[in-house]
């Protein structure tokens, strides 16, 4: 079974790359969310491996969303991967850095991501 | 000039505010404390001396009294001894009787001699007996004269004694008999030089190395006096003496050559005598300095603790300045963050604190916007880049995993994104170039409606898309502005498609001209969400738009509305906005009218 990386990314730009980057060169499944009501709301249904979430979002940033999804028991644990283009973002957010397995910092290498992301998945 | 360099050059003029301060009450205290020394000096030294007169004063009264009633005693006595040197009142006794009466006289130890005339001034009788003395004729002396033809008791002027020759005073008594016929002159001899009296009196008055003198001013001579040789010599004139007894007036006298001297004189009742007591100054200035010394002993400790006591406090009221000034001095040498300076009390020195923690506050924000506005910036043009940057590593890659339709789609969106990033680079730059006040405008005569025409046409195409109606309406077809015209419109062609961007589908955008007298408005009104008035202003700054600085920009570099403000005001304009949630925005351009001339 295929792994399922569900990204809450806002710009389609980027979400096209990302869907090249995991599914074209990873060969992995995702699922995309354009904004944190969206992305609850889809995981009621979807059983993703692993979170790839944009610090930039309307309405709830990537933090705040995390944050809600960790409150349901399925996802209490499950692994996150924080995207932004804000180099300052640790000074911005401080400690909830903790929370996310990993933070990167826009640009990302997408011939790299997959690799990347492969090892939280302990393949 | 930094701070560094502000106290090294100022180093050297010590200008310490408290130090100035604590000099000048030091200044002040001492100048207090020589004014009191000296006027306590002075108003002790008046009082000293005063008083010196009232008790000086009292003593020669007093002597003046002694002396008088001295002199009435003998004359009592003589009067009273007269009678006995008569037989049966009628003639006098033989000489050796008046011998033994004059001895037992004379154990009242008051006169030297006794001395008995007869009726033509001759003498006839005497005790102690002299043999000098005998059948002398007294009656060329003017007083023994005045006895014999007024038969009244007379007291001499200081004479030398015929016999003795010693300095004298003579007490006469006449002797009469029962029909007041003068049978004789009984006379009493004072001895000047060695009278009990007046070496009691001069021996109790003796102090201070001072001088009491009796003068006889009628004849000018000294009678008593301290030093005995004085007695009977002639008071000179212009002397010391003299001078006082012309002038007669209680004061501070006279330059002797050795010392400088304070006199009291007071005149005699009986006789034309004056005695004088002459003190020297320096006595009384001991006394001065004596009570001056005791009293200053106590003041000037208590003044000096007490200025020691108003120097501490008023160095304390300063001590919350130099604390803060210090912080503060500390925080600028050091860089480090600011910390707010404590304010215990709100006088010229607390408020002065508190506005240099206000600027510091305001300082410290704006330090915090810059940041942001940094961060905004470089997160701005990271996204497109980052687009550009992953679309053309995935085009690198040929394993076949990216279908040409894919790779189709990442050229487009290459393109797309480098177009943004080239929008926000140009609008940067103006922004840039705005607020240091060098873009520059071409500023040109325009029909207004015309450039607002040509932008509502331009955008026709993006509205039909969103399904939006743009309607125009001008009070005037003509009228003339002076604008940059590819600015303006670049202006118009941002509020345009913001109305757009926040109109719902299916609704319409309204574009008036209002004309006026000097300006002219262009009205755009949506009919979107509308914005409330305290998120007027914040949509207006930089990458903000109205729900929070954490939103994603909705299309757009989010920087129009500030570079549009910018460039209007540039223009001599104002772009204003009215706005009510839920009823829609109204953006409104202002520019001045010009003549069509």
Same mark, same amino acid.
């Given at each position: 079974m295929k792994p399922l990386i569900f990204c809450i990314e806002d710009d389609l730009d980027i979400q096209f790359l990302l869907k090249l980057s995991l599914v074209n060169l990873g060969g992995f499944n995702v699922l995309f969310a354009s904004d944190g009501n969206e992305a609850l709301k889809l995981l009621d249904n979807a059983k993703p491996d692993l979170l790839i979430i944009d610090w930039m979002l309307p309405e709830m940033n990537g933090v705040q969303l995390l944050k809600k999804i960790r409150k349901n028991n399925d996802y209490s644990r499950i692994k996150s991967i924080l995207l932004t283009a804000k180099t300052d973002i640790k000074i911005i957010i401080g400690d909830d850095c903790l929370l996310f397995d990993e933070v990167i910092i826009k640009p990302f290498d997408p011939l790299k991501l997959a690799g990347r992301i492969a090892k939280y998945l302990h393949i | 000039?930094?701070?560094? =360099?502000?106290?090294?050059?100022?180093?050297?003029?010590? +200008?310490?505010?408290?130090?100035?301060?604590?000099?000048?009450?030091?200044?002040? &205290?001492?100048?207090?404390?020589?004014?009191?020394?000296?006027?306590? !000096? @002075?108003?002790?030294?008046?009082?000293? +001396?005063?008083?010196?007169?009232?008790?000086?004063?009292?003593?020669?009264l007093m002597l003046i009294e002694r002396v008088e009633n001295a002199f009435e005693q003998r004359k009592l006595i003589l009067q009273q001894l007269a009678p006995l040197m008569l037989e049966n009142d009628q003639s006098l006794i033989e000489e050796k009787q008046m011998s033994d009466v004059l001895k037992i006289a004379q154990l009242s130890n008051l006169f030297q001699e006794f001395v008995v005339l007869n009726a033509n001034g001759v003498s006839i009788g005497q005790y102690p007996f002299n043999p000098d003395r005998v059948d002398i004729d007294y009656s060329?002396?003017?007083?023994? #004269?005045?006895?014999?033809?007024?038969?009244?008791?007379?007291i001499s002027f200081p004479v030398l004694g015929r016999v003795t020759n010693l300095p004298s005073i003579f007490v006469l008594e006449p002797i009469l008999d029962n029909e007041n016929t003068l049978l004789g002159v009984l006379i009493g001899r004072v001895a000047l030089e060695k009278d009990s009296l007046f070496h009691q009196i001069s021996n109790e008055f003796v102090r201070f190395e001072g001088e009491l003198l009796i003068l006889d001013i009628s004849h000018g001579i000294f009678i008593a006096a301290t030093d005995i040789n004085k007695i009977m010599q002639p008071v000179q004139p212009k002397s010391v003496v003299s001078n006082i007894v012309d002038s007669y007036n209680l004061g501070e006298l006279y330059k002797d050559a050795s010392k400088d001297w304070i006199y009291s004189i007071e005149k005699? !009742?009986?006789?034309? &005598?004056?005695?004088?007591?002459? +003190?020297?100054? %320096?006595?009384?200035?001991? *006394?001065?300095?004596?009570?001056?010394?005791?009293?200053?002993?106590?003041?000037?400790?208590?003044?000096? $603790?007490?200025?020691?006591?108003?120097?501490? &406090?008023?160095?304390?009221?300063?001590?919350? *300045?130099?604390?803060?000034?210090?912080?503060?001095?500390?925080?600028?040498?050091?860089?480090?963050?600011?910390? %707010?300076?404590?304010?215990?009390?709100?006088?010229?020195?607390?408020?002065?604190?508190?506005?240099?923690?206000?600027?510091?506050?305001?300082?410290? /924000?704006?330090? /915090?916007? /810059?940041?942001?506005?940094?961060s905004n910036v470089t997160h701005?043009? #990271?996204?497109? @880049?980052?687009?550009?940057?992953?679309?053309?590593? @995935?085009?690198?890659?040929?394993?076949?995993?990216? %279908?040409?339709?894919?790779?189709?789609?990442?050229?487009?969106?290459?393109? #797309?994104?480098?177009?943004?990033?080239?929008?926000? $680079?140009? =609008?940067?730059?103006?922004?840039?170039?705005?607020?240091?006040? #060098?873009?520059?405008?071409?500023?040109?005569?325009?029909?207004?409606?015309?450039?607002?025409?040509?932008?509502?046409?331009?955008i026709e195409s993006i509205a039909i898309n969103a399904e939006i109606k743009i309607y125009l309406e001008s009070d005037d077809l003509k009228v003339f502005v002076s604008v940059d015209k590819f600015r303006l419109q670049q202006v118009l062609f941002n509020l345009l498609s913001n109305a757009i961007k926040f109109s719902p589908e299916n609704s319409t955008i309204m574009v008036k001209l209002i004309v006026d007298t000097t300006k002219v408005s262009v009205l755009i009104s949506d009919q979107g969400v509308g914005i409330s008035e305290e998120n007027h202003r914040m949509i207006f700054e930089r990458f903000t738009q109205v729900d929070s600085s954490e939103v994603r920009v909705k299309g757009g570099t989010g920087l129009g509305l500030a570079i549009s403000y910018e460039l209007i005001k540039e223009m001599n304009g104002e772009v204003w906005l009215k706005s009510y949630p839920g009823k829609g925005s109204t953006f409104g351009i202002d520019l001045p009218v010009v003549s069509n001339s």
């Open positions: - | 000039m930094n701070i560094a =360099d502000f106290k090294k050059k100022f180093n050297s003029k010590n +200008t310490s505010l408290v130090q100035r301060i604590v000099l000048a009450f030091i200044f002040g &205290w001492l100048a207090l404390i020589i004014i009191t020394v000296l006027s306590v !000096n @002075l108003s002790i030294k008046e009082k000293v +001396t005063e008083g010196f007169y009232q008790s000086e004063e009292k003593h020669l060329d002396r003017s007083f023994v #004269r005045t006895v014999m033809e007024t038969k009244q008791g007379v005699f !009742n009986s006789f034309e &005598w004056v005695i004088i007591n002459l +003190t020297p100054i %320096s006595t009384v200035t001991e *006394l001065v300095r004596y009570y001056v010394v005791d009293y200053l002993k106590i003041i000037l400790p208590l003044i000096f $603790i007490l200025g020691v006591i108003v120097n501490i &406090w008023v160095i304390r009221i300063f001590n919350p *300045l130099r604390h803060a000034l210090h912080q503060l001095e500390n925080n600028l040498l050091n860089h480090s963050k600011y910390s %707010s300076i404590h304010v215990s009390r709100a006088d010229e020195v607390g408020r002065l604190l508190m506005a240099i923690n206000e600027l510091e506050l305001m300082r410290d /924000k704006q330090e /915090k916007i /810059k940041e942001e506005l940094l701005e043009l #990271r996204t497109p @880049l980052t687009a550009i940057r992953a679309a053309i590593n @995935l085009l690198s890659v040929d394993n076949g995993s990216i %279908s040409k339709a894919e790779q189709k789609e990442l050229i487009a969106l290459s393109q #797309r994104n480098s177009d943004k990033l080239l929008l926000l $680079i140009s =609008d940067l730059l103006d922004l840039s170039s705005l607020s240091q006040g #060098r873009l520059v405008l071409d500023m040109k005569k325009y029909n207004l409606y015309d450039v607002v025409f040509e932008a509502v046409n331009d």
